[in-house]
């Protein structure tokens, strides 16, 4: 069984960052490729960002691109999601999930393991 665990969300003011982490466990990490989503209420997942199993490919949803970075440590099982420049619209719950091999899997329904997820707020 494959967890993730986010964490490293908050409350940060307009132009400040922050750092996401997954944590994961119970598996070959490096085998799987790791997305990060974000929710707001009412509203479906959104997609971020994409790492491949490797790290060697990354994706990004239009409206982080140029600010958000995602990277992994497969020796320490954990994915980062590296925000900088926030916005007030960036404010969200944000998970991570986990996909066996997966390569630019940009969906939610592409996913098989989630974690439970890290609320991201950002004041103006």
């Known amino acids: 069984q494959v967890q993730l665990v986010e964490s490293g969300g908050g409350l940060v003011q307009a132009g400040g960052s922050l750092r996401l982490s997954c944590a994961s466990s119970?598996?070959?990490?490096?085998?799987?490729?790791v997305g990060w989503f974000r929710q707001t209420p009412g509203k479906d997942h959104e997609f971020v960002a994409q790492i491949s199993y490797s790290g060697r490919s990354t994706y990004y949803a239009g409206s982080v691109k140029g600010r958000f970075t995602v990277s992994r440590d497969n020796a320490k099982n954990t994915v980062y999601l590296q925000m900088n420049s926030l916005k007030p619209d960036d404010t969200a719950v944000y998970y991570c999930?986990?996909?066996?091999?997966?390569?630019?899997?940009?969906?939610?329904?592409?996913?098989?393991?989630w974690g439970q997820g890290t609320q991201v707020t950002v004041s103006s």
């Open positions: 999930a986990a996909v066996f091999g997966g390569t630019k899997v940009v969906t939610s329904a592409g996913y098989d393991y």
């Open positions: 119970g598996h070959t990490f490096s085998n799987y490729a």
